[in-house]
């Protein structure tokens, strides 16, 4: 979280809030915005560092100096058309335990049948034939020598999950027999051919397609895959990140003092960046250091660079400087969403890009998803989540022009919208499941709005 830099009195930073967005709906300037017709230039709206930075449609100028406000539904569609210009790194095999959240490089074919023997599903008594059964004074349990067979009118106790004796014909669950005072087993219920017996492949054969390439490791998969035999996994390797934190006024530990403040970045990004899928190299704390900037970009070997803060045109934001010095390709540079307007993805090397976060931490989380989150999914290989929509639950406040994203709580089927939701601010999202994406002019209660769930669900946050 940076500090704002210097703004006029009483303008919030990153941001229009609620009143200057209404404020700017009732400005009968607005109706000679170019948005709605011919007239006067666009009405200039306050970035995250207190510039004026003109608020323009796409295809219009923004900045004076040829930037364009790229339209958020675009924004994410470009970070995904990066990622997928990059050449996809070699698959890899790794031991089941540090598989989880990647994703299947290759189809996971049985190694053998499962189960791989006739097996009991039960606990109670193996049986052949009709009875009443002499029972056998031996049990049969799961993992040992193989059972000598029965023969009709025998029966020998058995566990669940042990090999069932060659010619048992049904296994009588232990509540559904009982025995007489010479030792005999009666059932109290029919014994149906084949009952509570799992049959040698009834899940599958070995060499069975259990699982196509694309499919995201979670924990049952795991599991499966160990029941089918593999010691390893052939995935697709995450994706490499590393975070530059930015800003003079952030310290690491203890209370905000003398106009320092604390810095939530390193905490919050790299699990966020974990749960997206990516593997984290490093978090480097770079202050406002232009020369520290430039060194850590040039001499970064990750697929995915995330800075934080630096992304306006103030005294002290060094990262257009520093992209435009390397010869970066910009391919995004504003994006028309509230919070986090001032956003940033360039291509830095022609297997690398850099994803500029605003210093606001709600603003930053919009980046995160507008733009880290896109790019990631794909160099990750992971399938794109349906979108869905809820209902609202209440009014919600929209930019005049631009998506806004809001945190949401899920109640009853419908998405609850949070208070706390202003760009430096992390109580609201800290509490909600999802960001509800919210059309330019806001939304009444009940209309349906689309939803960007929060990855917390997702296999593989805790992974490095």
């Excluded at 009483?10 to 709906?25: N, T």
């Excluded at 230039?41 to 790229?70: I, L, Q, W, Y």
């Excluded at 799961?142 to 009709?152: F, V």
Aim: net charge negative; proline share 10%; with cysteine.
């Amino acid at each position: 979280m940076n500090a704002p830099r210097a703004r006029p009195p009483g303008q919030d930073a990153d941001d229009l809030d609620v009143e200057e967005a209404l404020a700017l709906v009732k400005d009968p300037r607005s109706a000679s915005d170019p948005r709605h017709g011919h007239g006067t230039p666009a009405v200039p709206a306050p970035t995250s560092e207190g510039e004026n930075r003109t608020h323009a449609p796409a295809g219009a100028k923004g900045r004076g100096d040829g930037h364009t406000a790229t339209p958020w539904p675009q924004a994410r569609t470009t970070a995904e058309r990066a990622a997928r210009s990059v050449p996809r790194r070699a698959p890899v095999s790794v031991s089941l335990d540090a598989a989880l959240g990647l994703v299947l490089a290759a189809p996971l074919a049985a190694l053998t049948d499962l189960p791989s023997f006739d097996t009991s599903a039960m606990d109670g008594y193996a049986v052949a034939g009709p009875g009443p059964w002499d029972l056998r004074e031996e049990r049969v349990l799961a993992g040992h020598a193989t059972p000598e067979p029965l023969i009709d009118g025998e029966a020998v106790r058995i566990a669940t999950g042990a090999r069932i004796p060659q010619d048992a014909t049904a296994v009588l669950r232990s509540e559904h027999g009982h025995l007489d005072d010479k030792g005999r087993l009666h059932a109290t219920r029919e014994a149906v051919h084949g009952q509570d017996i799992r049959p040698r492949g009834q899940e599958c054969r070995s060499g069975d397609q259990l699982l196509p390439a694309g499919a995201l490791v979670t924990p049952a998969v795991l599991g499966l895959a160990a029941a089918a035999g593999y010691d390893t996994l052939t995935v697709v390797p995450r994706p490499r990140a590393e975070v530059l934190v930015l800003g003079d006024e952030l310290l690491t530990e203890g209370l905000p003092q003398e106009g320092l403040i604390r810095d939530a970045f390193g905490p919050m990004l790299p699990p966020w960046l974990r749960a997206l899928g990516a593997e984290v190299l490093a978090v480097r704390r770079l202050g406002d250091d232009a020369k520290a900037l430039h060194k850590a970009i040039t001499r970064s070997d990750a697929d995915l660079i995330v800075t934080t803060g630096g992304t306006a045109s103030g005294p002290v934001d060094h990262v257009h400087p520093t992209l435009s010095r390397i010869g970066a390709q910009l391919l995004v540079d504003g994006v028309k969403v509230r919070p986090g307007h001032p956003m940033v993805l360039a291509r830095t090397k022609e297997n690398q890009h850099l994803v500029g976060l605003p210093g606001n931490p709600l603003a930053a989380v919009s980046g995160l998803l507008t733009l880290a989150e896109p790019l990631l999914r794909i160099l990750a290989g992971r399938v794109a989540p349906e979108p869905y929509t809820l209902p609202l639950g209440g009014t919600v406040h929209g930019h005049p022009h631009d998506t806004r994203l809001i945190p949401v709580v899920v109640r009853a089927d419908r998405a609850m919208p949070l208070h706390y939701n202003g760009p430096a601010m992390l109580r609201g999202i800290a509490a909600s499941d999802a960001l509800a994406v919210v059309p330019p002019g806001g939304a009444r209660p009940g209309q349906e709005l689309e939803l960007l769930d929060l990855p917390w669900a997702l296999a593989g946050m805790g992974n490095a």
